[in-house]
């Protein structure tokens, strides 16, 4: 694939998965959106080859462009719309010209935006001074954010606390065979009491009802996975 071709008309777009409440009845929270394209090729591989073309920036601004665009379309009132972002992105020096304009363009994005930020993200872009700086300007336009993938760092508990964020989403490791796995039980029932009253703790990569069900019980906010809902095109 010719990573320049990202920029043709429709090459990429998004799917979108939701996420749901693990109340007493499930009810929608928001959704994921998800970089595809029309030669099939993984999202992540497209980022790394634009990281060596040097047009990761590019790239990221696209996605979030393309996928407000696609959300805008439909009226789905209330939900919120998760949107993963590299650091760099943040701190580029146009990043926050560009997000006053698209924010001018979809005012009713406007305090529904989840920006995820990938956990395993190199410590010096982490340790930046202005990544905060940056982040606390977001917030101007309602902006959250989320600590995506968390527990796949060395420094998990240490950013939580340091960056507070809004929502945690805990790597997809924890769901996997819950049901079964007694000491991810564990951990889980002390996470969400150490952080359910202050955060939002998201756990991804539901796949049973049995694991769900015990999510549920231990006390998580949120749940996400195929289980739930699988990603696809939004319908209107």
């Known amino acids: 694939m010719n990573i320049f071709s990202i920029f043709q008309n429709d090459f990429i777009y998004h799917d979108f998965q939701p ?17 595809r394209n029309t030669q099939n090729e993984n999202a992540e591989s497209v980022f790394q080859s634009a990281i060596k073309a040097n047009i990761l920036y590019k790239l990221d601004t696209l996605s979030i462009s393309k996928a407000l665009e696609s959300f805008a379309q439909y009226d789905i009132k209330d939900s919120k719309i998760f949107l993963n972002i590299y650091i760099t992105t943040i701190l580029h020096p146009s990043f926050h010209s560009f997000f006053y304009q698209l924010m001018t363009k979809y005012p009713e994005i406007k305090g529904r935006l989840v920006l995820e930020i990938n956990e395993s993200s190199a410590e010096e872009l982490w340790q930046n001074p202005l990544l905060k700086q940056s982040l606390k ?14 527990g796949q760092g060395t420094s998990s508990i240490k ?9 945690i989403k805990l790597d997809r490791y924890f769901a996997i065979d ?23 703790i998201v756990l991804e990569g539901i796949e049973t009802k ?3 069900q015990v999510a549920k ?20």
């Open 217 to 236: 019980e231990i006390g998580i906010t949120i749940g996400q996975g195929f289980y739930l809902g699988k990603p696809s095109r939004l319908l209107a």
């Open 210 to 212: 049995e694991d769900m």
């Open 178 to 200: 819950l049901a079964q796995d007694e000491k991810k039980q564990r951990f889980l029932t002390f996470f969400s009491r150490f952080y359910g009253n202050d955060t939002l």
């Open 137 to 150: 300007e977001l917030k101007q336009y309602g902006v959250w954010y989320a600590i995506d993938d968390f």
């Open 19 to 35: 996420l749901y409440f693990l109340g007493e009845q499930e009810s929608l929270y928001a959704y994921e959106g998800l970089l």
């Open 159 to 167: 950013k939580s606390i340091e960056f507070e964020p809004e929502v």
